[in-house]
């Protein structure tokens, strides 16, 4: 029983976003308030031991939001984003083959690694459920959503998707570092991480559909 409470914590506290509030695209939801918690996209303390003496370990990185059980029974636990469309990776991994690219010039092995650590993390919530029938847990396909965004750039005003806003050419993304004019049709933030526009893109996903979960549509 240890063992699998722990694994339990273990993914939700590594890799979920915990829902109690939904007012994203104008829709109103039954839930009256949103946390999130997980790794270094919405950072509770990793990033600031990971990444000492940078912009990572100063405040708000390394802070940590409950301090308490929550006692919570709605989970969204995000998959992994197709890493092979960010930019940080396409240019350490970068191919002289085309055929490692897909059409939209993505890397295609580091996406199916994507693929294969979801297809793990879905296994792993579906045992969940079984264990916690009472814990609403549902899964949240940040891959397909990301590469649909990837597939329709001009759909979601993204002009630049393989290129920092934040930083580059050298510069790192700082303080004093260069930003762009415009990161609404910026894919990538610094690199590593997305945008809000690639998030509203992903986001829309996951409530509008095609990957829709239900229950953040659903109006009281």
Same mark, same amino acid.
């Given at each position: ?8 914590f ?39 031991? =990971? #990444?000492? !003496?940078? *912009? ?7 802070? $940590? ?5 929550? &006692? ?7 998959g ?6 960010i ?37 792993e ?6 264990q ?16 649909? =965004? #990837?597939? !329709?750039? *001009? ?7 393989? $290129? ?5 050419? &050298?510069y ?49």
């Amino acid at each position: 029983m240890a063992s699998s409470s722990f694994s339990f914590f273990q993914i939700l506290s590594a890799t979920t976003t915990l829902l109690l509030l939904l007012e994203a695209h104008q829709a109103s939801s039954c839930f009256s308030a949103i946390f999130s918690f997980g790794d270094s996209l919405q950072d509770t303390g990793n990033a600031a031991h =990971m #990444f000492v !003496n940078s *912009a990572l370990s100063n405040p708000p990185y390394g802070t $940590t939001y409950f301090h308490k059980a929550t &006692g919570a029974k709605t989970f969204v636990v995000p998959g992994n984003l197709p890493i092979g469309c960010i930019p940080a990776w396409l240019g350490q991994y970068r191919s002289d083959k085309p055929s490692d690219y897909d059409r939209n010039g993505c890397l295609i092995w580091m996406n199916n690694f994507s693929e294969y650590h979801n297809n793990h993390l879905q296994t792993e919530l579906d045992r969940l459920k079984g264990q916690f029938p009472n814990v609403n847990i549902a899964y949240a396909d940040y891959l397909n959503s990301g590469i649909r =965004m #990837f597939s !329709n750039q *001009a759909q979601f005003g993204i002009t630049v998707p393989f $290129t920092a806003c934040c930083g580059g050419n &050298g510069y790192p993304c700082n303080a004093t570092g260069p930003v762009c004019p415009n990161p609404l049709n910026h894919a990538s933030w610094e690199g590593f991480h997305p945008t809000e526009a690639t998030y509203h893109a992903i986001s829309d996903g996951i409530i509008r559909g095609p990957y829709a979960i239900p229950f953040l549509s659903q109006k009281c």
